[in-house]
DNA sequence: GACCAGGTCATCA
DNA sequence: TGATGACATGGT
């Protein structure tokens, strides 16, 4: 399978070869392997444990389990690149594996690009250096809206814990190859529950703001394809509108499930790493931050986001 | 048993 | 505008 550039996209014609085993008698659980060439890189174990998703967990045999648009996906890479990388993949039979994971992983968007923008500045060339083959994912705007708004002052493994919980608690219980699951719960659905339900799952004071969301998510039909619409500033200021979505929040919605790769959410990592690296650690408030992310990295600006946002916490860690 | 966490919101100067 | 504190509670 060979996937032309689109315009504006990958100018290095990412090769996308399957080699499937779907004869008759082939069953999900046997994987479906990519070898995908490409000068472009892709480290899986990075991108899923990078913060920007909630749902993704390495079991021991090194298969990723998680979600991509409501299906459950095991995933694994067996050769990383040099010149190609290979994936293999285990999900229900009747979905379409490469188009799932070709878009999820934003596998035409041409990285390659991206890097040289980023090796004029010293910072970004060091976070690019450690952290290759990082890709921002293409993922449910939904999902993320309430996740995001979960994130607030909070830390990642609890709030992992907290969607796990949610899940089990209003998600669709489905069924596949594998066993049962449950999906990401809809937004009728959580508008169907209440804020002690929330607050029994361990979300504190989030609990209103998720329920109050919800309930103005569900009452307005196509409230994300409307959002999709508009510009990134005016659906910026459309998000903000609704109940623990401010605009760290809103930009991580924007950037992670609506793919507006100009927006820089400004967490406590990035605050820190930014105020050190490019104000000489003078204190500077995060609606600056943001203004200065989205000028100086200009269309790339989530993405240099998540590069930094790694190299904080690795910093940190180290 | 502190301390802190991928913020938001209301309030005040 | 910009600074400050309350908001709840689990993870370390």
């Known amino acids: 399978m060979s996937l032309a550039p689109p315009e504006g996209k990958s100018s290095t ?3 996308l070869r399957k080699s499937t085993h779907f004869s008759s008698g082939h069953d999900a659980r046997d994987p479906i392997i990519f070898e995908i060439e490409s000068e472009e890189p892709l ?5 899923l444990s990078s913060g920007q998703t909630f749902r993704w967990e390495k079991e021991d045999s090194d298969w990723w389990r998680g979600f991509i648009k409501g299906n459950r996906v095991f995933i694994r890479q067996t050769k990383t690149n040099n010149p190609s990388f290979r994936l293999e993949c285990k999900t229900s039979p009747t979905i379409e594996k490469s188009t799932l994971i070709e878009e999820y992983f ?3 968007k041409n990285y390659k690009n991206i ?3 980023f090796e004029k500045d010293p910072i970004l060339k060091a976070a690019t250096m450690k952290y290759r083959g990082l890709r921002l994912l293409s993922q449910e705007p939904w999902e993320m809206l309430i996740s995001f708004i979960l994130s607030s002052a909070s830390n990642i493994p609890r709030i992992k814990g907290n969607i796990q919980r949610l899940c089990e ?3 669709e219980q489905k069924f596949d190859v594998f066993g049962a699951y449950h999906s990401f719960p809809t937004s009728k659905a959580l508008a169907s529950a209440s804020v002690n339900d929330f607050k029994k799952l361990g979300f504190g004071f989030r609990a209103s703001y998720v329920w109050d969301t919800s309930l103005k998510v569900a009452e307005d039909r196509g409230y994300f394809s409307k959002l999709a619409t508009l510009s990134y500033s005016e659906a910026r200021q459309e998000l903000c509108k609704l109940p623990g979505v401010g605009e760290k929040v809103a930009d991580c919605v924007l950037l992670f499930g609506l793919d507006r790769l100009e927006s820089f959410p400004v967490d406590t990592w990035i605050k ?3 105020e ?3 104000f000489s650690g003078k204190a500077i408030p995060a609606k600056k931050l943001a203004e200065f992310g989205r000028e100086k990295f200009g269309k790339y600006a989530g993405v240099a986001q ?3 946002f790694e190299y904080a916490r690795g910093m940190e860690i180290e």
């Open 276 to 278: 050190r690296c490019y």
């Open 43 to 47: 480290n899986l174990d990075i991108t």
């Open 306 to 308: 998540q590069y930094l």
């Open 106 to 108: 934003n596998l035409n």
């Open 13 to 15: 014609a990412t090769e």
């Open 115 to 117: 890097y040289s923008f």
């Open 272 to 274: 820190k790493i930014v």
């Open 169 to 171: 608690e209003f998600g």
